[in-house]
């Protein structure tokens, strides 16, 4: 598709829930990043994949927090046990190259609004 | 450590007319600058980028500069209308994949 698609729109957990999350990125392109939004437009990169292949983890809080894209599905991320903190918005984008260097657009999906309770 | 600072944080302006939004960085490496809209509920839209080289880059009625020397870019809008009202979030890319984002300055256009 021509546009990164994300579900669901809103997800409502109980703390100490499970949440997963879903984005199909733009097709052709190659990398995949995982953002969260939280107060005041502050984004905070999670991970990013190219392919399949995780290419940078550096932003997972990775006790509770893991993700995947596998070929041929939607890539996920997945929070085990969720805390009040993770309230937010995450974002998924795509990208036809994934280096910040080569100034290539990253778009973003329209996010997903997580709700723990 | 990477830094955004955006100024000011909000603003109100009236249909018509015209604004400048700022962004001081501080990100090394440092390779390209982007400034993104994001309407209210919606994932935020690339407006321009800018490599290290470049000092301006138009997109209709939207302008952004970049000074790499002092770490300062700005955004200009021209004759502004009411879907001008959104956040504008300055984001400097480094190395690899790393982009820094601003806290964004809130636009709102009245009539």
């Known amino acids: 598709g021509e546009e990164v698609a994300q579900t669901p729109k809103h997800l409502v957990r109980g703390e100490g829930q499970k949440a997963k999350l879903y984005c199909a990125p733009i097709?052709?392109?190659?990398?995949v990043f995982w953002y969260q939004q939280v107060l005041k437009n502050e984004f905070k990169f999670l991970i990013s994949f190219q392919n399949e292949n995780v290419f940078d983890e550096t932003g997972m809080p990775k006790e509770r927090f893991s993700a995947k894209c596998l070929p041929n599905s939607p890539c996920s991320l997945e929070i085990q046990a969720t805390k009040l903190e993770d309230s937010a918005v995450y974002f998924c984008a795509s990208s036809p190259t994934g280096l910040a260097g080569t100034a290539d657009t990253q778009y973003f999906g329209p996010g997903t609004r997580l709700t723990v309770l | 450590k990477n830094q955004v600072e955006q100024s000011p944080q909000s603003l109100i302006i009236l249909e018509g007319k015209n604004c400048t939004l700022q962004?001081?960085?501080?990100?090394?490496?440092?390779?390209?600058l982007r400034w993104y809209k994001q309407d209210t509920g919606r994932g935020p839209v690339s407006l321009t980028i800018m490599t290290f080289s470049e000092n301006t880059k138009s997109n209709g009625r939207y302008t952004a500069t970049l000074d790499a020397d002092t770490k300062q870019s700005s955004l200009h809008i021209t004759a502004s209308q009411l879907s001008d009202s959104a956040s504008y979030i300055c984001v400097p890319g480094g190395a690899g994949n790393m982009l820094t984002f601003g806290g964004g300055t809130r636009l709102m256009v009245k009539p």
């Open positions: 962004c001081n960085y501080t990100v090394s490496p440092f390779s390209n």
């Open positions: 097709k052709g392109h190659s990398y």
